[in-house]
């Protein structure tokens, strides 16, 4: 079982950028593919960007495309997400999650570990 705690949120302006990170416990985090998501006020819970175990392929949501860049380091046991051109409708809790055994996903109920999520807020 693998425990994941998010950090790097916070209150920027738009068009500022910002990298999360999601630290990873355990010794086969290269084994999980890991995906980001979030959810805004009053919205579900949206897939941002998924990256696969060890071949890196990444995925993203269209309106995160270009802008966001997820990648990870197996060896540090770690995910980030640098977001960069920031805009007021990128707000919402950042939650990391991971599954293990299987090929990156876009759905929530592909992932069987969650963070607690962090808070991103984009506002001038």
């Known amino acids: 079982q693998v425990q994941l705690v998010e950090s790097g949120g916070g209150l920027v302006q738009p068009g500022d950028s910002l990298t999360l990170s999601c630290a990873a416990s355990?010794?086969?985090?290269?084994?999980?593919?890991m995906g980001w998501f979030r959810r805004a006020p009053g919205k579900d819970r949206e897939f941002v960007a998924a990256?696969?175990?060890?071949?890196?392929?990444?995925y993203y949501s269209d309106p995160v495309k270009d802008r966001f860049t997820i990648s990870r380091d197996n060896a540090k046991n770690t995910m980030y997400l640098q977001m960069n051109s920031l805009k007021p409708e990128d707000t919402a809790v950042y939650y990391c999650a991971a599954q293990y055994g299987a090929p990156a996903a876009t759905t929530p109920d592909d992932y069987h570990y969650w963070g607690q999520g962090t808070q991103v807020t984009v506002s001038s």
């Open positions: 355990g010794p086969t985090f290269s084994s999980y593919s």
């Open positions: 990256i696969s175990r060890r071949t890196g392929i990444t």
